[in-house]
Each structure stands twice: as C-alpha cells, then as structure tokens.
C-alpha cells in the first residue's frame, strides 16, 4: 500500500464530501436509519474511488461518527446505545476496505494502461522521427535529444568508430561534455562505474554497439525500459544510415577508380600519340635511307620535330594540370600585347597543318591585357590546337577580341563540325573525351586546363555555336583592368 | 626498292587515319616500297573510297573524329574481305581482340615502328596472293610443314605431331605472320562452343613448342601475343 504521504487535498475532499452527505440528511430525515446510512456510504464509496483505501477508512470512521453524532439516539453524543448503529460502523469500515481496494486496484490498472499508451506514441513519434534521418549524425543526434526529453536530463549518443583508432561518432544533448570513450564502454560492460552518467548499450544487427548514457546515477527499471525501448527504435535507424554510408563510400572509391582510369588512359593516349608519328617518320628515314628523296626525308624530319613540339606541349599541360589540381598556381599578372600572345601561340602552333588560315582581329582598346601572359598563351595554343584539328582541311579560324565593359571577350571560332548544346559545358571536365571514346586527339586535359587558367584570372570560358554557321566557338572571358 | 620503281599492278593501301602526320609518313614509306596509297583522315570518307577504289589493304585507326574505328571494321566486312591492318594507340587487349573478331586481319599497336608495319603489310598482302596454296610446302627456320602430306619436319628429322598440335601449326602456317585470336584458334581446332576456353590452347601450344623446340621466352617460331592470340614468325 501506498501511503508514504498524507495526501491533505484528499483529506479535504473527503471530509467536504462527508460533510456534505450529513448536509443532505436532514433533508431525507424522514427516510429510516438505514437508508440514511446509505447516504454517507455514497460519500465514502465516491472518496474511495477517487483516492484509494487509506482516505476511504477516514472518511468511513468520519462518516460514522457524525452518523453517531447526529442522527442516532441519543442525539449529539457519540454513546451508542443500539447494537444496530455498532454493526452501521462495522458496514461503513467494511464497505470501505472494500470498495477502496477495488478502486486502489482500478486506478493503478489505469495508470498502468496510460504510461504504457504515453510510451508506445512517444516510440511511434519517435520512429516516425527516425525514418527521416539519413545520415548517423542525425540518428545520434534524434536519440540523445529524445533520451534528455524523457529523461529531463543530459543525455548522449555515442557509436565508436569502425575500427580501433577511428574517432567515435557522437552526439550530446545538455551542456555536459561527454565522457570519452573509453570510460563508456568500460562503463557499459559493467567493469567500472561512470560517475555521474548510467550508460544503458545496444547491439546493432552490424554487431556494432551503440552506447546511450544519461546523467543521473542510477536509472530506474522504468526509465532504463525506456531508453533501451528508443535505443532498440534508433539501432534499426543506425543500422540504416551506415548503410547509405557504406554505400556512399563504395561509389566514391569506384569514381576515383574510373577518373584514375581515365587519367592513366588519357595520358598515355595523349603521350603515345605524336610517339607513334615520331617513331614511324624517324625508322621511315632510318630504314628507308636510300630510297627517299630530299623532300621527303625533310617533311619526315619536320614531322619528327614538330610532333616532338606536341609532345612537350602535352606534358606542360599535364604539369600545369597537377598545378591547377594541387592550387599551386601563382599569377603574376603584367600588361601584355595580346596581339602578341596571339602570335606567339601561332607560332608554337606552326606544325600544325598549315592549310588552316587564322585571322586574327583584335580591336584597338582590348590589345593590352593585364594577366600572366605564359598562361594566357597556353590557353590560346590549347583552343587554337583544338580548333585546328576539328576544322575541315581548308577551312578558317577566327580570333576575334574585343571589350564590353567590365570584360575582354576573346572568341576563337572554327568551321568545324561543332559541339552538340548538351556537350558544351561537359568538353571542359577534364578527361571527357576519354569517357566519350577518344575520337580526338589532345582535346581532353586542353580545354579543362583553359577554363582553370582563365578563372584563376578572374574571367571564365564557355562553348557556344558560330553564329550564322557551323563551326564551334570558344569564348573567352578576362576582366578589364584599367589601363596603368 | 626504288621510290618510283613500283610494279605495274602495284597494290593500293588505303589509310584511314586522323593524324596528319601518321597519314604523312606512312605514304612516304608506303610509296617508297612500290605501294599506291590513297588516304581518308574520317571513316565515312573511308568507306567511300574503299568502295570507290577496292584498294588491296585497308590501314585504319581505331580512334577517328566521326565513327569509331570498331564500326568501320564492321562496316566494311559486310561487303569486302580487303584485309584490314588495324593500327591503334588503344593497346588494351579488348579492343585488339574485338577488332580482330570482328574481321581485322592483324593489328599493329602505335607507336610502331615503319618495318614492323611493312613487314605485317607484306604478310596480309601475300596472304591475298592466290598462288598461295594450301598444298604446298612452307618452309619455317629449320621447320618444313608439307601441307599436302601433311608431314612436318625439322632439319630433315620427322617431327611427330598429335592430330591436335598438327592442326594448330597448320593453321598458324596459313596465318604465316598473321595472328590469329585465341578464340579462332580455339573454335578451328576443339569447335566454336570451345571459344573461351583458352587453357585447352595453353596446353596445346606449350606442348607443340616443346616438340619443336621453340623457347618461348625467345621464340623461333610461335609468338605469343599476350591477352590477343599467337602467331607464326613469318621469315622477314
């Protein structure tokens, strides 16, 4: 039996209810005793099912006396004279215990049923709650806000790293830091006591623990039900998210793989390339020494020279490429000619078949640029170079600069076949030409080496389609410094 | 051979080929050895002209700025057996083996030398050449195989083959210098539901060798194109 405390409301309202039934007797003086006892059992009936045996017992002895006191001869005193009014108490302590423990016994039933609903729609909102996390962070960081909701105290969440070293995954609800790791797990096995925090842990269908800890010293048999309860909800959550986690890993690793692939694939095309003329002219001239004529052997020599140029011209694009990768490009921006730069380009270009024209138009107020003139230069070389090979054998490349404040636009276009629009962004990932299969030569590492030179600078490029024609055209973007 | 000494009935080669400077010194070399070379730098442009010209050789890329080079291979095998020498920086044993199985004669991985692409151009052209008959005698090194008499002998010393190791070295020696795929090989000699069963040919190889003397780590006769097929040392 409950009583630890004397409920004082409950004594107010059962001596109010008492009273109140003696109020009401005078009304019914005409009914017989017996009846009249009838009323006050009402009252203690009422005052047990409301607060139990204990305040019954009171109000039945209260009852009796009043009873007594009152309404049985002789009137206002407590002698008793009838043996009658003897076996009236005895009903009234009878009736009490009776109906008090029957009430005792419903009301703690009702608490029962209600904790046990207040549970299930706090696992259910708790679960709800759950499927929306994706990630293990949110799932920890969902467990140890509901654990410290229902607990009113600091709670944490802590899953330990896959392997031994790996820094734990953890989350912390409250403002007191979490004990390390561990101590928790110590804690948990039951080697050892955590001041301050009960640990409760859960096995995870991975085999992996997860360890939810509160800060109080003992945790009782309800309280640690229901944690472990949302635990049990939050491991199927967990096991889940690393999952997605493990998933997520996996493609990444595969992706790194492929883009590997594609480099290693990319560079050796790029380099074997201009070997495989080099190696053909040079053992052309070597074996065929006798039999060639003066022309001949000199164009397999200029083909020796000019694709030794191509090569070197690769491998400074895989060098600045590393660069631009590991962000070790430093400008140093100068004003330079771009007619210049142009020419230049040309010139390093000059292999290249000579029956391509280039026209070059560059108006007189975008002439002086001010940027890192070896870079530009490369980016020139790098889109003329593409521009050249896709032009057909006779046809015309544009240079065409020109200023619309705040920028220099420089657009390089060819007669070429052109990009295809859901192509255009995607020449300049790198190595795009190998996942496309390398119909080309030397376009994949060029145009995505241009587009990181050119923004390092500040500007941007971008592929659009010739206006009035087909062709490809290169657009480049450099912001306008005022001139020094 | 003079560089305009060709025969009258020279053989034309067609290149299909996108690097200028490939296409620029297999001409010279070509024309040099007597050949007619005709050029296309994209493969449709190539199939037109082999249509147009039925040159005796094809020599084609696999990488070309319109089609792929596997396509063409296809292509042209629906209409012409004109053997086709595959020349690829794609060294990857797949594409070697897909553009063989799919009608390339032989195949020759960039960058190359020029006398190793003569050499394999003269081996392709030969096989062409309607002389060549399947009962005459081939001579190999210190190797006679008597296809007639289906007899073969070293050094005047009768080598005794199993019907198998026989049929393999025939092959080869009609191959002379081509290589020929392990699956072909495999299909000729056990049966095509064999194909893929590369280790029946592993054994068999290394057991002709051994009666013919051949170290594979310096071969004489059979080389081993690793990931691709094997084929005979043509003499050169």
């Known amino acids: 039996m409950r009583l630890k405390r004397i409920n004082w409301r409950g004594v107010l309202i059962a001596t109010i209810g008492v009273l109140a039934a003696a109020a009401m007797a005078p009304i019914l003086q005409r009914l017989p005793h017996a009846n009249l006892s009838l009323l006050f059992m009402t009252a203690v009936l009422l005052v047990a099912a409301r607060y139990g045996l204990g305040l019954a017992l009171y109000a039945s002895i209260l009852s009796f006396l009043i009873f007594n006191f009152f309404f049985t001869p002789p009137f206002l005193t407590f002698a008793v004279t009838e043996e009658g009014d003897v076996a009236t108490l005895v009903f009234f302590l009878v009736m009490a215990s009776l109906t008090g423990h029957l009430a005792a016994r419903m009301r703690d039933e009702i608490a029962t049923r209600k904790t046990a609903l207040e549970r299930i729609s706090l696992l259910e909102g708790f679960n709800r709650q759950l499927a929306g996390a994706a990630s293990v962070a949110e799932v920890l960081r969902m467990i140890a806000a509901r654990v410290s909701e229902v607990t009113g105290k600091t709670a944490f969440a802590v899953l330990p790293g896959a392997a031994p070293g790996d820094p734990p995954a953890q989350a912390v609800n409250g403002t007191d830091k979490v004990p390390g790791i561990d101590d928790i797990m110590r804690a948990a096995s039951g ?69 590997r692939a594609a480099l290693l694939s990319s560079v050796s095309h790029d380099l074997r390339t201009p070997l495989a003329s080099i190696i053909g002219s040079a053992s052309s001239v070597v074996e065929l020494d006798g039999s060639l004529s003066q022309a001949n052997r000199k164009a397999l020599l200029e083909a020796v020279l000019s694709e030794a140029e191509r090569l070197d011209r690769h491998i400074q694009n895989m060098l600045d490429m590393a660069r631009l990768a590991q962000g070790e490009l430093i400008l140093t921006p100068d004003w330079v000619d771009l007619r210049d730069l142009v020419a230049s380009a040309g010139r390093r270009l000059r292999a290249l078949p000579a029956a391509n024209k280039v026209r070059v138009e560059i ?112 657009r480049i973007r450099l912001p306008r410094s005022p001139r020094p | 051979m003079p560089e305009n000494g060709a025969a009258p009935s020279a053989a034309q080669i ?63 095998r629906e209409w012409c057996e004109t053997p086709i020498l595959v020349m690829s920086v794609r060294s990857d044993e797949r594409e070697i083996v897909r553009a063989l199985d799919s009608g390339a004669n032989d195949y020759v991985t960039k960058p190359a030398g020029i006398a190793e692409l003569l050499a394999r ?74 194909a893929r069963e590369t280790h029946h040919l592993r054994v068999l190889v290394s057991s002709l060798r051994h009666k013919i003397g051949d170290d594979p780590g310096a071969p004489e006769y059979i080389l081993t194109e690793k990931g691709v097929g094997y084929r005979l040392l043509a003499e050169s």
């Open chain 2, 121 to 194: 151009i003269r081996v392709l052209l030969r096989d062409q050449d309607p002389d060549q008959s399947e009962t005459g005698i081939v001579e190999c090194g210190t190797l006679q195989i008597d296809l007639a008499r289906r007899l073969v002998t070293q050094d005047g010393a009768l080598v005794r083959l199993t019907r198998k190791e026989y049929e393999l070295l025939r092959l080869l020696t009609i191959g002379a210098g081509r290589v020929l795929t392990h699956e072909e090989l495999l299909a000729e000699i056990w049966g095509p539901e064999f």
């Open chain 1, 363 to 474: 108006e007189p107020e975008a002439e002086l640029i001010h940027v890192h003139g070896d870079l530009i230069e490369q980016v020139l070389v790098n889109v003329l170079d593409n521009a050249t090979r896709y032009s057909p054998e006779d046809g015309v490349i544009r240079v065409h600069a020109y200023v619309s404040e705040p920028w220099i636009f420089i657009d390089i276009s060819d007669q070429g076949p052109g990009i295809p629009e859901a192509d255009r962004e995607r020449v300049f990932d790198a190595f795009y030409r190998v996942i496309s299969g390398d119909k080309q030569t030397g376009t994949g590492l060029g145009l995505s080496i241009c587009r990181g030179m050119i923004r390092a600078h500040g500007g941007d490029v971008s592929a659009h389609a010739c206006v009035g024609g087909t062709g490809c055209l290169i």
């Open chain 2, 14 to 76: 067609l290149i299909v080929e996108d690097e200028a400077h490939i296409r620029k010194f297999l001409r010279i070399a070509l024309e040099a050895n007597g050949y007619e070379v005709i050029e296309s730098r994209r493969g449709e442009e190539g199939l037109d002209l082999a249509l147009k010209h039925s040159p005796s050789l094809i020599i084609l890329d696999l990488g070309l700025p319109d089609i792929d080079g596997q396509a063409v291979i296809s292509r042209l």
């Open chain 1, 191 to 259: 080697d050892e006591h955590l001041p301050g925090w009960s640990v409760v842990s859960l096995k995870s269908h991975q085999g992996r623990s997860t360890y939810i800890g509160v800060q109080t010293d003992t945790l009782d048999g309800v309280l640690r039900n229901l944690v472990s309860g949302l635990g049990n909800q939050a491991i199927v959550a967990l096991d889940r998210a690393l999952l997605v986690n493990d998933l997520a890993k996996q493609r990444m690793a595969s992706e790194r793989d492929q883009l």
